[in-house]
């Protein structure tokens, strides 16, 4: 994959495409009342949206930003309760441009099941094989848990919470959201694949083979042009900019 380039706080288009984002997260499923995403800006901090927006009707105008520490720099909303999740797995992760947290039903489920995520679609092999599980169930509500999780997180993609979520970073928005809708269809056929057959799996040679295959920049936006028209076509992003 080429080489991301951070953006510029001030960009409409990031604003937009963000707004847009969120979106389409609850029009899949993934974002309900709760969940937010956000992305790393030039000159520190990252763009997120206001802790009072509505997942299913956010706008451009309820995209604030935030310093490396969480702290409204601009906006008229307050961030998010979790805003110390992105802002620590952000300075842990220097590689990490956008971060995703959502709670899924399936990826809820097998943690609490003490079932051990892993990859049984071709789609998940770009994941990765190992996805750790943050032990408590708690909101990431402070600084303390922010730097729990993402001492946990590591080098990884993704960190799963215990009975409560998951965290999924990327390279950019269209990224995380394609990664974390695969993760929870992955989730949902694990668990019906255990039903049958306990033992079944792909080897982690197969997981790596077809992940370099399939996890490349073509695929990543073809899956999200996939997902975004089909919001639009629900009529989700109608209003989206704020007009």
Same mark, same amino acid.
């Given at each position: 994959?080429?080489?991301? !380039? !951070? ?20 029009? !899949?499923? &993934? ?8 992305v790393r800006v030039a000159g520190g901090g990252f763009l997120t949206h206001g802790r009072q927006a509505d997942r299913a ?14 702290? &409204? ?41 003490? !079932? ?32 729990e999780v993402a001492k946990c997180l590591g080098k990884h993609k993704i960190v799963m919470l215990r009975a409560h979520g ?6 950019? &928005?269209?990224?995380? &959201? ?66």
């Open positions: 994959m080429s080489e991301p !380039i !951070i953006p510029p706080a001030d960009s409409v288009a990031l604003r937009l495409r963000l707004a847009e984002s969120v979106r389409v997260f609850e029009a !899949i499923g &993934l974002f309900d009342m709760n969940g937010h995403v956000s009707t956010v706008t451009v105008r309820d995209v604030i930003r935030v310093d490396d520490d969480g702290r &409204l720099v601009e906006g008229e909303q307050e961030p998010p309760n979790e805003v110390a999740l992105h802002a620590e797995v952000y300075r842990a992760r220097p590689d990490v441009l956008a971060v995703a947290h959502y709670h899924g039903q399936w990826g809820n489920v097998l943690t609490l099941a003490e !079932i051990p995520l892993a990859p049984v679609t071709s789609v998940a092999c770009g994941l990765g094989t190992d996805f750790p599980v943050y032990p408590h169930p708690d909101s990431i509500s402070t600084p303390e848990r922010g730097r998951t965290v999924v970073t990327g390279r950019s &928005l269209e990224e995380v &959201l394609v990664a974390s809708k695969y993760l929870e269809l992955n989730a949902e056929r694990q668990w019906y694949v255990r039903a049958v057959n306990p033992h079944a799996g792909l080897a982690d040679e197969e997981v790596r083979r077809v992940g370099d295959s399939l996890w490349i920049e073509k695929n990543i936006e073809k899956a999200w042009q996939y997902y975004y028209n089909h919001a639009r076509a629900m009529g989700k992003l109608e209003g989206v900019d704020g007009a």
